[in-house]
């Protein structure tokens, strides 16, 4: 008799994720390659701050980026909750952070620091709807860099 097993070998899996895109493909191929006892789901926002005028001193660096970027990261944390919830009726483990810097560089470190086996990225629909951001030339700065297998998903 023979036992069938099916093995992973994606022990962690990034997904960095924006509040506009549809995650749902990127977030049932990590529960496709992963298995609940091995493999851990890391959802990453990225807080990409624009230019600013010189400010005068910290405080004011610290109120302006509040007053810009609080809502967007209450948001953030509200998005990867649900998301998370997803994955966890699933019994897949998994965590979300959010994380400040260039959305590219910000990606590979975080690859890096957590030792991600996978990268997905969920597909990108416009540019409008990323604010002009380039979310394309990001997922190709990511595919070209990353020092692990990175999965560059279409729309459906």
């Not at 302006?64 to 998005?79: E, M, P, S, T």
């Not at 897949?92 to 952070?97: L, S, Y």
């Not at 990323?130 to 990175?150: D, I």
């Amino acid at each position: 008799m023979t036992t069938s097993r099916r093995t992973t070998m994606f022990a962690k899996i990034l997904i960095p994720v924006e509040l506009s895109d549809h995650p749902q493909q990127a977030l049932e191929l990590a529960m496709t390659l992963g298995r609940p006892e091995t493999t851990e789901v890391m959802l990453l926002y990225v807080v990409e701050p624009r230019p600013r005028l010189a400010l005068e001193d910290e405080d004011d660096l610290k109120e302006d980026f509040l007053d810009r970027y609080g809502a967007l990261v209450h948001r953030a944390h509200a998005r990867l909750g649900r998301l998370l919830a997803s994955l966890a009726a699933r019994g897949i483990p998994g965590r979300g952070a959010v994380a400040y810097g260039h959305r590219g560089e910000t990606i590979l470190r975080i690859a890096q620091e957590t030792a991600a086996d996978l990268i997905i990225l969920p597909p990108v629909e416009s540019a409008a709807q990323h604010n002009g951001c380039g979310a394309a030339p990001v997922r190709a700065e990511v595919a070209a860099y990353a020092r692990c297998p990175v999965l560059l998903l279409a729309a459906p």
